[in-house]
């Protein structure tokens, strides 16, 4: 049986690796950076973020269905723009750069979100 004290020892070791971890991540001069880019279902997801994860500098991308938010994080060379355009090339439009024509009609059917498909 734990007892309290061992339990609180836990915790704050628990802790205490977390914020070590937070700085290093902090200390490495990785950035974040947002904005919009349109799909509606699981596959705009997935090409969302692999085309993204292919851009030098991206470490990681998590694109939001609901709200089309794309989150990279990234080095210092990571650059927002390329990452829009990528994304563009691959049919995807963003705040940043208009959808390719011929890439946006590559897309599945149920991935082109300007014929007014409903997010699944």
């Known amino acids: 049986i734990l007892n309290i004290k061992s339990i609180l020892l836990f915790v704050l070791l628990l802790t205490g690796l977390s914020v070590s971890a937070q700085s290093k991540a902090a200390k490495s001069g990785d950035q974040t950076v947002s904005f919009k880019v349109s799909g509606?279902?699981?596959e705009c997801k997935?090409?969302?973020?692999?085309?993204?994860?292919d851009v030098k500098g991206v470490k990681k991308a998590e694109w939001d269905i609901q709200s089309d938010m794309l989150v990279l994080?990234?080095?210092a060379k990571?650059?927002?723009?390329k990452v829009a355009d990528a994304l563009a090339k691959a049919g995807h439009k963003s705040?940043?750069?208009?959808?390719?024509p011929n890439g946006y009609a590559k897309l599945p059917a149920c991935c082109?979100?300007?014929a007014g498909k409903e997010k699944h």
């Open 112 to 114: 082109q979100y300007d």
């Open 73 to 75: 994080v990234g080095s």
């Open 95 to 100: 705040e940043l750069s208009a959808a390719d």
């Open 78 to 81: 990571m650059d927002k723009q």
């Open 46 to 53: 997935s090409r969302i973020e692999s085309t993204a994860l």
């Open 40 to 42: 509606v279902c699981g």
